[in-house]
């Protein structure tokens, strides 16, 4: 996607890679406090300045939940996240790694499905690339249809 619509490489690289840094560490909210440690990182790499705010300021919009994507860069990583979700056995594996009922997981995979579809791909062509796994996986957790 960055090649495809032209953003600045080296930020979606680097915001790829280090976008989930917290979760290491099990530190939430992941989004928040992995911008904050990717940035140090950055830094101390002796990254341009420039380069890690924006880094940082990508890893900390890709949940699109406090803080949502503006820039081109910020809308890609969103987008792959989300778009990484529909590769099997991640819903699952929420289910397999949470102490909830299978019914709350169902309900929460249902609310997270519609959040990954609808909110987090800012590019039509890439919600078209992952409409069969959503209308699949939406029959799995049991949407009415
Ligand atoms: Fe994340």
């Given at each position: 996607m960055a090649v495809k619509y032209g953003a600045d490489l080296e930020v979606v690289w680097l915001a790829a890679m280090l976008?989930?840094?917290a979760r290491l560490e099990d530190l939430e909210p992941h989004d928040e406090i992995g911008s904050e440690k990717a940035y140090k990182i950055l830094i101390e790499r002796r990254f341009n300045l420039e380069l890690a705010k924006e880094v940082s300021s990508t890893i900390l919009t890709?949940?699109?939940?406090?803080y949502a994507p503006e820039t081109l860069e910020q809308k890609i990583i969103a987008t792959a996240d989300a778009m990484a979700?529909?590769?099997?056995?991640f819903y699952f594996w929420i289910g397999k790694y949470s102490n909830k009922s299978f019914e709350e997981v169902l309900e929460k995979n249902r609310n997270k499905l519609e959040r990954d579809f609808?909110?987090?791909?800012?590019f039509e062509e890439e919600r078209k690339l992952v409409a069969i796994h959503y209308e699949i996986l939406k029959k799995w957790f049991g949407f009415q249809i």
């Open positions: 976008h989930d840094i890709h949940r699109c939940k406090k979700h529909f590769i099997p056995p609808n909110e987090k791909i800012f």
